[in-house]
């Protein structure tokens, strides 16, 4: 797969975690250089979509999907951001996928 280099950064931080809690690389994104996709085997409609074109340098944009509710409807979430840092997006696939986070002592 080949990835511009900050996705390749990006995905160097997260695929680890996200593996262990079955996510997964979408298929869908495996041939887009400068962006990534990624969904849950447990719940495919939660899953997100991380880019690196219109943006600046070091900078990301993410779009954040969530499974249709059953029942009473969700509280407004925002679902997508563009000029985000690393971190910031490390950090918002984690919690959008539930991934343990283990402090470091």
Partial sequence: ????????????????????ASVVVSEAWRDNEQAVGFF?????????????YGQRSGRYGINLDF?????????PVPTSAEDLPLA??????????????????
């Avoid at 990835?3 to 990006?10: D, N, V």
């Avoid at 499974?67 to 509280?75: I, N, T, V, Y």
């Avoid at 910031?88 to 002592?105: C, D, G, K, R």
Wanted: cysteine-free; aromatic content about 6%; glycine content about 4%.
């Fill in 1 to 20: 797969m080949n990835k511009f280099r900050s996705i390749a950064h990006l995905m160097e931080q997260v695929e680890g975690p996200l593996s262990r």
């Fill in 67 to 75: 499974p249709e509710p059953d029942g009473a409807p969700l509280r």
């Fill in 40 to 52: 849950s085997h447990a719940d495919v409609g939660l899953a997100a979509y991380v880019y690196a």
């Fill in 88 to 105: 910031a997006v490390v950090q918002m696939l984690l919690e959008h996928f539930e991934v343990p986070v283990t402090a470091l002592a």
